[in-house]
Every structure is written in structure tokens, then in C-alpha cells.
Nanobody, 125 residues
């Protein structure tokens, strides 16, 4: 069983930056894909970004150019650098991981096998 733990959330002003981290308990990050989703208050969970084991990357249009996803296989970790934050980025951010495999892209929650508990990001106007 893979355990994922997010960290790095917090309160930031519009235009500010945050860096989220996702630590995994096992080495699946090196052979599958991992992604970030977010769930704004009262809304459905939505795709943010994903990175495959060979560093192929996909972003939602709403974050393209502002957010950067990266991974460190040696540390079993994934990151989301968020710049130029907007109030509409306010949400619980969750990291997710797949079992080893070749599917791509992975923009739907059901594509992922493991989930973290989430970390709150609040952007004040």
C-alpha cells in the first residue's frame, strides 16, 4: 500500500507563491505517474498537473504558465511550485499516484490508485 503525505499549504496573498510537496512511502513514483488535484470549497475535484515516470508533464489550462510540477525519484517525492497565485486557486490540494503502467494522459480521479489526505491552500485577495 502506498501512502502519500502532502505538505506546504498555507495562506498567501494574491500574486504570491507556495511550494507543495508530496512524500510517498514506496518507490512507485519512479515507475508510474503522479499528479496533483484540487478541490475548491463546494466544488468538484479537478485536475491540476501530472508527471509521468519519464518526466512527461501535463497541466490544466487554468494553471499552465504559473504552476510547475516536478519529481525526485530518489526521494520518492513530488512537488508543485505555484506562482502568481489567484483567489480562485484556493482549494484543498491532493497528490495522487498510479500503479506502474503506461496510461497517459491521466486527468481523471479514477485514473489514480493512491491518494493523500490533502493540504489547504488559501489565496487572499
Amino acid at each position: 500500500q502506498v501512502q502519500l503525505v502532502e505538505s506546504g499549504g498555507g495562506l498567501v496573498q494574491t500574486g504570491g507563491s507556495l511550494r507543495l510537496s508530496c512524500a510517498a512511502s514506496v518507490m512507485h513514483l519512479s515507475s508510474g505517474a503522479t499528479g496533483w488535484f484540487r478541490q475548491p470549497p463546494g466544488k468538484e475535484r479537478e485536475f491540476v498537473a501530472a508527471i509521468r515516470w519519464n518526466n512527461i508533464i501535463d497541466y490544466a489550462d487554468s494553471v499552465k504558465g504559473r504552476f510547475t510540477i516536478s519529481r525526485d525519484g530518489a526521494k520518492n517525492a513530488m512537488y508543485l511550485q505555484m506562482n502568481s497565485l489567484k483567489p480562485e486557486d484556493t482549494a484543498v490540494y491532493l497528490c495522487a499516484a498510479t500503479r506502474p503502467g503506461g496510461r497517459w494522459p491521466l486527468r481523471v480521479s479514477s485514473d489514480y490508485d493512491y491518494w493523500g489526505q490533502g493540504t489547504q491552500v488559501t489565496v487572499s485577495s
